[in-house]
């Protein structure tokens, strides 16, 4: 049997010091932690609104907003580990039989494909494991598009970010790899949703956002107890039979003026079924591994950035790998395949340096050319910052008073059907919510705007009450006028 080498080119180093990042809707967390001699050190903490959304907003102008972010805050630490939001996130579950590692790995590949309702190939894909009887596995699938994490990745490296993670800040706050935390149900109150996990077995069984489980109503946070209680019902149900029985606590974060209320319910509920309801208000004394500061933040910021710095690896890791280009060359070539193809390779290089030469004369030629446009080339640029920044102000189709104008029409005018707020995502997707006195009546104003010019889709989202009663309907606008197939 030939030896196993393992070449490593370039040793990361161990990082003392890093930023912790969390991400929940427009709201960002961050906390500074320093590592000295086995404990904890918080060095800044701060939290912030943030008006640009990473995801859909020009990565310089949301780097630039968070950057002046950290500057306020006085953070200078360039590594970091974010807490991206559940709602990116993508679950499917299956279970493993004992297989050889290549065959467990192309297994899950096919179940991935058949889980997930993107094409796997735009999606970075994590997992965690469970044990189950007769030595399978229960594996949870989780993976978040590329295009979300190019993007994140993109704002970052603007505000001078280097990323070392990007994990679920809930599995931070829980962490499965603890013994204790075998069979817990974590409930995380975030600014809109909660998000909800499963651990047993030392993995994570069950992953989900409860979105709209959080209200903002006149500047005061709402918390929808039946909705949780319900999902929380429904997930457990769905859990294998040995998973299910092994889950006997829940466990809830959050602030105590939602929380505490939300425990005293499921304690209520789910008691009589032997499960344990508590809410977690501080850190376990050996929660990490390491001595904790006397003001440690039960927060998924906090949590990220303390476990990486005690090397405990998230559950779930979705930073997409980037393996230096000498990385790649000895994985390709570390084989019996170099002895064959080293003179060419001398041969390659000595081509490559060739190239290298002519290369460095053209850019001494084009830096000199640069320093006589660079003053007129800055001008471009502020105007073009200009022009991005306020480009929707001067759109002269006016499309948001186009949707108002087809919504004021669609409503009664005797007040029977009122709208309360009115939402515009990208341009076209709109939510709207409000009262009405009675069914019939909100059933007349849907009719009478699906029937409107440009609106498509129309989709009642909810329905709370009976008279008056609440509703969200949601439905897409054509700022062309026409009806889309």
């Known amino acids: 049997m030939k030896p196993d080498f393992k070449i490593n080119f370039r040793r990361r180093k161990k990082l003392t010091t890093l930023l912790g990042l969390a991400l929940d809707g ?5 906390v500074v932690l320093k590592r000295t001699n086995g404990s904890l050190a918080v060095w800044q903490k701060f939290s912030a609104q943030l008006a640009l959304d990473p995801l859909t907003a020009a990565p310089e102008l949301a780097g630039r907003e968070l950057r002046n972010q950290l500057d306020a805050a006085g953070v200078r630490e360039r590594h970091c580990v974010v807490g991206v939001p559940l709602k990116w996130v993508l679950t499917a579950a299956t279970e493993l039989p004992p297989l050889p590692a290549a065959d467990a790995k192309s297994l899950l590949l096919l179940e991935a494909e058949r889980g997930f309702h993107s094409d796997v190939a735009t999606l970075q894909i994590s997992d965690s494991r469970s044990p189950l ?6 594996v949870l699938l989780a993976g978040i598009p590329a295009t979300h994490l190019a993007a994140l990745e993109k704002v970052l490296a603007a505000a001078k970010l280097k990323p070392v993670s990007f994990a679920p800040g809930i599995s931070a706050l829980q962490f499965p790899g603890d013994e204790k935390s075998g069979g817990v149900l974590a409930l995380a109150i975030g600014e809109r949703n909660v998000s909800l996990q499963v651990t047993a077995g030392g993995g994570v069984v069950a992953l989900r956002s409860l979105d709209g489980a959080v209200e903002d109503e006149a500047g005061r946070r709402t918390l929808h107890v039946d909705l949780v209680a319900r999902e929380t019902r429904v997930t457990l149900g769905q859990l294998p039979g040995g998973l299910r029985d092994a ?35 501080a850190c376990a004394p050996d929660e990490f591994g390491v001595t904790l500061p006397g003001e440690a933040l039960l927060s998924p910021a906090f949590c990220l950035a303390a476990r990486f ?24 070539y570390s084989s019996g395949r170099l002895r064959t193809t080293g003179a060419v390779a001398a041969g390659m290089a000595a081509v490559v340096l060739g ?28 105007i073009q910052d200009n022009v991005r920044q306020y480009r929707s102000w001067y759109d002269g189709s006016f499309p948001n008073l186009a949707i108002l104008r087809q919504l004021s029409l669609s409503f009664p005018e005797d007040g029977s059907v009122t709208a309360k707020t009115i939402e515009v995502r990208d341009g076209r997707t709109v939510t709207c919510s409000g009262t009405a006195l009675d069914y019939a009546a909100l059933l007349a104003m849907q009719s009478r705007l699906r029937a409107a010019d440009g609106v498509n889709d129309v989709k009642l989202e909810q329905i709370r009450g009976k008279a008056p009663m609440q509703f969200v309907f949601e439905f897409k606008f054509n700022h062309g006028g026409g009806r889309e197939n």
């Open 247 to 281: 889950v006997k606590r829940i466990r809830i974060f959050g602030p105590r003026e939602l929380a505490q209320p939300l425990a005293d319910e499921l304690e209520l509920r789910f008691d009589p079924a032997g499960l344990k309801v508590e809410w977690v208000s």
């Open 355 to 382: 190239i290298f030469l002519v290369q460095q004369i053209q850019l001494w030629h084009y830096r000199s050319q640069w320093s006589r446009l660079a003053a007129k080339a800055g001008e471009l640029q502020a």
């Open 26 to 30: 427009s709201r960002l967390d961050g």
């Open 309 to 332: 710095l005690a090397g405990q690896p998230p559950a779930f890791e979705f930073l997409p790998p980037k393996p230096s280009f000498i990385g790649q060359f000895a994985m390709k």
């Open 133 to 138: 009887a007769d030595g399978k596995e229960n």
